[in-house]
């Protein structure tokens, strides 16, 4: 239901930071924006971001939806995200726009941005007026040529703009979004080209993070260390793998995310300064009455909790809970509510306090009764079930990060510094990552490297929060299927024993070892002769080895002890020499197709990729599961998934799914809430 607006076509202003923290301190470096719009106004204290990274988090809100219902083409499972569904009817910006609303974006609103606003098939009806970067990740400075885009309210179309790099000091992000924005507002009132919507996106506390030059010398003082929360460094052996096998970090390590934590301060002290000034504008141009100003980021952060750096993606409470701080017309200052909000709820809520109906495809619901203090208004009771996901993963290592980066032309600091490979060491060579290129393969073998990611990282979580239960529940799928995909494939049938067998291989002893050249390339007539010329030889196998193997090329290999047949490749033939004397119970069959003997063999190959090829899992299994009670361990210290009765875990699967399957259309309300 859409309530009756306190104002009638109000104007808005919305803030959101890029990975601003709300569980380590972020908020601290931020005194104006608490004094100003949380003192001075509505402060939650449980908003919940529906994915921790960039592009969905920012996806949602732009949407009012969940992460499930972006799917390119329709999908509803398996990775991927429709990154242009901000320009669809019932969008917010389109919605507003088409009611009347002078739109305007300052900064970073989508990390796609520069592909829909900085080409020539440019895509930007839904905004009046833009002035951002067109590579907005970290870019604190961008003033090569055509780096940033600048459409007039008068314009069709955007044209590319140059900065002046002589002076970091005029060209710092922050600086030049606030003031751009001050600038963009004065103009609407002074033509009475009310209401408004304006949009500010910072690049700041973003890596690679460069503070202002006005606030070097503070940052460069602070004393701060990041905050040794019981979850700091912490050896987390019963969670999901890619944390159970985190090395810890040492001195070098511990002493970047302290830098790296001090930085995130420099950043925010600006952001901080940007939102006072535009607060003192709206004040000083006399429409503080009819304006709202909504403070928040796009998801938060982690600094060495759980011997993962730094970064975001995880769905611990340090990633996925934010500020939110909002003051306007009708928000009693010094407003407090606890309810669990996200950022799915901007969209409806912006709709709501302007009169507009919110659209049925939105999942979100308008927080316009909790702002203004009228909760008893409610249609029906408030939710206390959310859903969090996330199918981004990937690869990577915290030495490919841009913890810090310096613009030679606006330097700021003296050098780049970048993070370690892992402990102790100085190279990607010096600690390789592990043998098995997911965690999940080798959930127990210790990673030598720091990695923050990789591709089995794929989760969704349910979020419960009422008078009786705080909890969050967590499984992990890497194909981000849980169920919805294809069966798995039957397993093959088991090998007899046979003199000749295409298509299989025998695990066993080698000898010699590694496996000599076949004497005669692909013929396995030649190798079982060679076996049945070799005392105490059992059974053969030949098969080939690629060209990055050590021993590449065709290799014949005489077994002195068979343990199993394997279904493998057609390039591979095995024979035994007496089949009869063995039993085919007497010999482990392992039925899983895997490539053993293709550039890394049993001569010689390291187990942990035998145990990669055999482990991957089949499609729409859930592969681990976690759960935590938040009031009993709010750090999230000790996964009690295996505590809980069987009851109690079906009923949460059958919740988790249920929640997993929740839309809306065009036409019919959404199912979500």
């Known amino acids: ?132 970067e067109c590579s907005p990740c970290g870019g604190y400075y961008r003033t090569g040529p055509g780096d940033w885009v600048r459409k007039e309210t008068a314009d069709s179309v955007p044209v590319l703009e140059t900065l002046d790099p002589a002076s970091p000091w005029s060209n710092y992000s922050e600086a030049q979004y606030g003031n751009r924005t001050v600038a963009w507002i004065t103009e609407l009132v002074k033509a009475k080209q009310l209401p408004f919507f304006a949009f500010i996106g910072t690049s700041g506390p973003h890596l690679g993070v460069i503070p202002a030059p006005w606030h070097r010398a503070r940052t460069i003082g602070l004393s701060e260390r990041a905050p040794r929360t019981p979850n700091f460094n912490f050896h987390a052996t019963d969670h999901h793998p890619l944390l159970a096998t985190a090395p810890e970090l040492d001195a070098e390590a511990l002493a970047k995310v302290d830098l790296h934590f001090r930085d995130r301060w420099g950043t925010l002290f600006s952001i901080d300064d940007m939102v006072a000034g535009v607060a003192a504008s709206v004040d000083k141009l006399g429409i503080a009455d009819s304006t709202y100003i909504l403070f928040t980021s796009d998801h938060g952060y982690h600094l060495g909790q759980f011997r993962i750096p730094d970064e975001k993606m995880t769905p611990y409470e340090n990633d996925i809970r934010v500020p939110f701080f909002a003051r306007g017309p009708g928000i009693k200052p010094g407003t407090v509510f606890d309810q669990l909000i996200s950022n799915i709820d901007i969209a409806p809520t912006l709709c709501d306090l302007a009169g507009i109906s919110v659209p049925p495809l939105m999942d979100g619901r308008s927080l316009a009764p909790l702002l203004t203090g009228q909760a008893d208004t409610l249609d029906r009771p408030w939710r206390t079930h959310f859903m969090i996901e996330f199918a981004e993963g990937g690869d990577q290592e915290w030495g490919t990060n841009g913890m810090w980066s310096t613009d030679p032309s606006n330097p700021t600091f003296d050098i780049v510094v970048r993070p370690p490979w892992g402990p102790n060491c100085t190279s990607k060579e010096q600690c390789p990552a592990n043998t098995c290129h997911l965690a999940i393969d080798c959930p127990t073998a210790m990673r030598h490297n720091y990695a923050y990611d990789d591709q089995s990282y794929n989760w969704r979580e349910l979020r419960v929060l009422n008078q009786s239960d705080n909890f969050a529940f967590v499984q992990y799928d890497q194909r981000y299927m849980f169920g919805d995909g294809p069966p798995p494939t039957p397993p093959l049938p088991p090998i007899a024993p046979a003199e000749v067998m295409p298509g299989v291989d025998i695990v066993g002893t080698d000898d010699p070892s590694p496996c000599p050249s076949a004497p005669s390339a692909n013929n396995w007539a030649a190798c079982q002769a060679t076996c049945a010329a070799t005392p105490g030889c059992l059974g053969w196998t030949l098969h080939v080895n690629g060209p990055a193997s050590p021993v590449p090329g065709w290799r014949c290999c005489t077994k002195t002890r068979i343990v199993k047949l394997e279904h493998a490749p057609n390039t591979t033939t095995s024979g035994i020499m007496h089949p009869h004397s063995f039993v085919a119970a007497s010999i482990a069959n392992d039925v899983s197709i895997a490539s053993r003997r293709s550039d890394a063999t049993a001569d010689g190959a390291p187990a942990g990729q035998a145990q990669h090829e055999k482990g991957t899992p089949p499609a729409g299994q859930v592969q681990f599961s976690e759960f935590y009670n938040i009031n009993a361990d709010p750090y999230q210290l000790r996964n009690l998934w295996s505590t809980l009765s069987l009851t109690k875990q079906t009923a949460l699967e059958a919740e988790i799914t249920r929640r997993f399957a929740c839309a809306g259309t065009r036409t019919t309300p959404s199912t979500c809430e």
């Open 1 to 132: 239901a859409t309530a009756s607006p306190l104002v009638t076509r109000p104007n808005f202003i919305l803030v959101m930071c890029d990975d601003m923290d709300l569980m380590l301190g972020g908020v601290t470096a931020t005194p104006q924006v608490k004094a100003l719009l949380g003192t001075g106004g509505a402060t939650a204290t449980h908003y919940f971001v529906s994915s921790p990274k960039c592009t969905p988090s920012r996806s949602a809100w732009l949407s009012g939806r969940h992460y499930h219902n972006l799917r390119p083409n329709g999908a509803t499972t398996g990775p991927g995200l429709n990154t242009s569904n901000l320009f669809d009817h019932d969008a917010i910006f389109p919605t507003l726009h088409r009611n009347g609303y002078k739109t305007g974006v300052f900064g970073k609103i989508h990390n796609d941005q520069g592909r829909w606003l900085c080409t020539a098939d440019n895509h930007t009806e839904p905004f009046d007026h833009i002035e951002t």
